[in-house]
């Protein structure tokens, strides 16, 4: 059990409450203690693409951390909230409604390379504490700005209210690492001269992992007790599509389970994925036709991956 169950995250549930799910279906099947995490939080009032990685799929979470994503959102005009979501109470207001054209006309502004401020309401830490805690606690909260990439943002069709006014405008987001929907969104609501706030958010993609493989936590409950929750594990190379493989020889992979450098590699430089057959051996940087590895995986050769 060393790869990754895609979860479709429900409403109001956070991370950490699917991953404690997916230990507790692994438990119920009778699959053993395995290590669990997820690869990228969302927000209880999120929904969407949650990569649970089970056993040594763990050692591999942080590149989740690093990955663009892509988002479906719903910005509501006319009032900002504390959160920037529907969670929080309402501290600006404005009877400002853009135009499905004007709303379109703005998205260019917010495309490549941007500053954002965080929410308040994030994980962030300040001064070692998160800053969600400190504005709960009725803190003043300042985050410096950060730098982030929105790759592309598009609109989706929109009805239309008098004279072409909308309340409310759904987008489509790919945005890099760091990036905050909620303050994009406020940001793009600023910049058609009115207020605004997340209702909807739904995550579409995380690194290599859409929504084609997502299974509901019934599903997940379900496969748990039938103990066949190994169909519905992707390998552990599966969140490392983006890297190519470098087949090893048996004596090569256990040189390399040794911690030892390969050398005489004929391979480009950069990462690879190193595997004897099937059997993951581990992520490596080739340099100069050597071989080191990044992350190695504990796999026993007497259990392939699915």
Not at 84 to 95: K, M, Q, R
Request: charged share 20%.
């Amino acid at each position: 059990m060393h790869g990754w169950i895609i979860i479709d995250k429900p409403l109001g549930l956070g991370s950490t409450q699917v991953v404690s799910a997916v230990k507790r279906a692994l438990r119920q099947g009778g699959y053993g203690k395995f290590k669990v995490g997820h690869g990228g939080t969302l927000d209880p009032l999120a929904t969407g693409v949650l990569p649970v990685a089970v056993g040594e799929a763990t050692k591999l979470a942080g590149r989740m951390l690093d990955s663009d994503k892509v988002y479906a959102f719903t910005i509501r005009f006319g009032a900002q909230t504390d959160t920037l979501d529907a969670e929080g109470p309402v501290i600006a207001t404005s009877d400002v409604r853009p135009t499905a054209a004007q709303v379109a006309a703005v998205l260019p502004r917010f495309t490549g390379p941007i500053a954002q401020v965080p929410p308040a309401y994030s994980a962030l830490k300040v001064d070692g504490e998160r800053a969600y805690d400190l504005a709960r606690a009725g803190e003043e909260v300042v985050l410096a700005s950060r730098n982030v990439t929105i790759h592309s943002l598009a609109p989706a069709p929109a009805p239309s209210g008098p004279e072409g006014e909308v309340q409310e405008a759904t987008l489509t987001a790919h945005v890099s690492k760091g990036t905050y929907i909620r303050s994009l969104a406020r940001d793009i609501a600023l910049a058609l001269g009115t207020v605004g706030h997340v209702t909807m958010l739904r995550r579409l993609k995380a690194g290599p992992f859409d929504l084609a493989p997502a299974i509901s936590l019934d599903k997940l409950a379900e496969a748990g007790m039938a103990r066949t929750l190994e169909h519905l594990l992707l390998p552990l190379r599966a969140g490392l599509d983006d890297i190519p493989a470098l087949p090893l020889s048996p004596d090569q992979a256990g040189a390399l389970r040794q911690g030892r450098v390969l050398t005489g590699i004929a391979a480009d430089d950069g990462q690879y994925f190193a595997c004897e057959g099937d059997t993951p051996i581990a992520l490596v940087e080739v340099e100069a036709e050597e071989a080191r590895v990044v992350r190695g995986f504990n796999v026993s050769m007497s259990r392939t991956e699915p």
